[in-house]
């Protein structure tokens, strides 16, 4: 269940609206809190204050969740309409919020490696050391690089309240439909804390064993050894945290994370048919190379001071890192072919990407002396992200090292008028970035067969000024209405450009096509939230000059195309406590409409539909949920509905740039999927029992039938009905 929130400490600038997710209230809040604080945006102001759109899946809620579907990303694609549909795969390639990339976070820290974008942000902790996960809507630069699409933040489990040990034990076993030996898969996590006057400590450790995924039909679920899988696989999940009261209003933190995820490597995939309506399957085997693996490693270093000369300091220093190893699908990849090694045809490589990035941020919030009702946040963040991808069997650079440099003030102000009637709120965050990429040579071709291109290498800087604003009316408690404006900023899938050029004489200081994507989220709503009834609708539109387009190669690999691109979209919520005690009812639906400039010579007008790479479905959402005493139950319905795509782009060929390209039919046909849970509270724990596609609907993800459209290898079947047992305990 979802709940709105206080804003407070970590991020930056930028303001869309508040509206209301599909819970409105978090079953595991305390009896009497109202709110709590929030690290997705740098204000301890009330929600009515903000005209931002946050909804939060508390922590009863997201343990749900990933009892039934067994990860972050799911849960939030489940309880969020906007959200596109998970594939149900390592990588989260074309998922997208209201349309975009969004930025996933853990406690702040970027998780996303937008210079080369591996897609694998969405796997870097296990949901078991996860207290919350805060959603922040539309292109916003709170954090920065990235949130074209929103924030996607993952704040970890809090330091302990009460002196002494306390902890949590999680076991789990999970089944398919027909309870095969090759489907089975379990869990194991641990979490203990120790306080003891002004010091704390947490550390827990989370392992995972998954089986082969099965569809409806008892099919085994082909496998995308290239991009990752989550099943046939195993992971370990280890978090620390430790932290020091320096005085009552002001501690240090420091918390450490690794989190490793390997494909087993026991089963290659057998092509589909889509002619045929068969999806692609998996029979046990030995792919070459390496099996797909993420491992990602963060720490950060924390100092916050609720009353510092009257405000609220909020400090933070980090580091992370990852390594994202792609699998080889096929021993003969033409893309990695080159004479020089090996006859045409015979050579195996796979790549990794490699990303290393540290940074700090700096927030401090006070209201002015003497006019307090004008709140004020200064701060400063800056990001330095090197990335490179390489290609591991042959130790060559696919895409050259990247240095990534951020430095960017801000400030923010918010001003209550008529006795917070109105809210007026707005501010500036001033981006200066720097990109370095040294002089490289690309792959060799088969145009190229004895080497590849010579690229001159170059620092380009970008300097911007994001800004934004918005106004709230509140003529009721639990009442009001908002509009709002802001900017968002990322870059380009650089990587995938530099590594894509085909021509010689390119010098990447004045290569437009990787300046920043800069995009902005206009928005306007009302939201009703008093009694029984919590509710809320709101539009949104956002455009970007030169967005960012993914158009699929022959050889299944990806490009990225810099066009305008618009999206607008509804999103309609309806939660309800009913007259029967305990049992809520929730809808949320959305729609969305993407669309491109297509035009072989671009005129700033969009013409043609973003595809399912791009864009997600509308949607309907609809749960009711049940708690009463030791028990409690949820059942949630998810309709995807039908979409026809209107799509072309111009073609990815160097020898002829400017060719238009009709997409293959992509249409998506639309399904409905149904969980359910149901949880029981012992006195040894809790026991529940958790059902993915209750009723075992055979389908094709939304993915797979529009992403790849001619590729009978990407032609994925969803998961069937799927049985989760756990049992919880905490001490």
Known sequence: M??????????????????LAQDAADDDAAAGEDTIIVTAARTILPPSALPLTIDIIGKDALDQQLAMAGSVTDAVANLTPSFSPTR??????????????????????PQSTPLR????????????????????????????????????????????????????????????????????????????????????????????????????????????????????SKTLSLFGRFGYELSPSARIDLIASRFELKGDGDYVAIAGSRTLGTPTSAVRGNPPGKSAQNRTESVALSLTDSDLGGGNLVSQIFF??????????????????????????????????????????????????????????????????????????TGRTWVPPTDFRSLAP?????????????????????????????????????????????????????????????????????????????????????????????????????????SPIVSNNREIGFEVKRGPLDASASYFWSSSDKGQLLIARPDRIFDVQRLRVEIQGLELNLGVQTPIDGLKLNIGYAHLIGRFDSDAVPDGK?????????????????????????????????????RRFDSKARAADDANPLRPLKLADNDFGGYTLTDANVRYQTGIGEISLSVQNLFNKQYIDYSSDTRLPTDQLSYFAGRGRTFTLGWDYRF
């Open 2 to 19: 979802i709940r709105k929130l206080l804003v407070a400490a970590l991020a930056s600038t930028a303001l869309p609206a508040p509206a």
């Open 88 to 109: 149900q795969k390592l990588s989260g390639a074309g998922e997208t919020l209201r349309g975009r990339s969004p930025l996933y976070a853990i406690n702040g820290i």
């Open 117 to 232: 974008d591996g897609s694998r942000d969405g796997f870097t902790i296990d949901g078991f050391f996860v207290d919350r996960v805060e959603l922040i809507y539309g292109s916003n630069a709170l954090q920065g690089i990235g949130g074209t699409g929103g924030i996607v933040n993952q704040v970890t489990v809090g330091a302990p309240s009460e002196e002494g040990l306390s902890g949590r034990t999680l076991v789990q076993g999970t089944a398919d439909n027909d309870f095969s030996k090759a489907g089975m898969g379990g869990k194991l996590a641990g979490l203990i804390q120790y306080k003891a006057g002004a010091f704390d400590a947490t550390v827990g450790a989370a392992y995972e064993i998954r089986g082969v995924f099965s569809d409806a039909k008892g099919r085994p679920i082909g496998l995308n050894l290239t991009q990752g899988e989550t099943q046939d």
């Open 320 to 393: 992370n890192r990852s390594r994202d190893t792609f699998g080889g699908e096929v021993a003969t990849q033409a893309t990695f072919q080159d004479i020089r090694i090996a006859p045409i045809g015979t050579l195996f490589d796979q790549s990794q990407n490699r990303s290393r990035k540290f940074g700090g941020k700096l927030s401090y919030e006070r209201g002015l002396p003497g006019f307090d009702d004008l709140t004020l946040t200064l701060g400063f963040d800056a990001l330095w992200d090197t990335t490179e991808q390489r290609l591991i069997a």
């Open 410 to 514: 801000f400030a923010q102000a918010n001003l209550k008028l008529f006795d917070g009637l109105i809210r007026v709120a707005g501010g500036a965050r001033y981006e200066n970035v720097k990109i370095k990429i040294d002089d490289y040579t690309t792959l060799a071709t088969t145009t190229t067969p004895r080497g590849g291109v010579s690229v001159a290498g170059g620092s380009p800087t970008f300097d911007d000024v994001l800004i934004n604003g918005g106004v709230i009316i509140e003529p009721a408690p639990g009442i009001r209405a908002y509009a709002s404006y802001a900017e968002g900023f990322t870059v380009p899938d650089i990587g995938r450009i530099t590594r894509a050029i085909g021509t010689a004489g390119v010098d990447i200081d004045n290569f437009l096509d990787i």
């Open 606 to 642: 969009v013409d043609s539909d973003l595809d399912g790479t791009n864009i997600s479905p509308d949607r309907l959402n609809l749960a009711a949920s049940y708690a009463s005493g030791p028990f409690s139950a949820r059942v949630q319905t998810q309709v995807y509905f039908k």
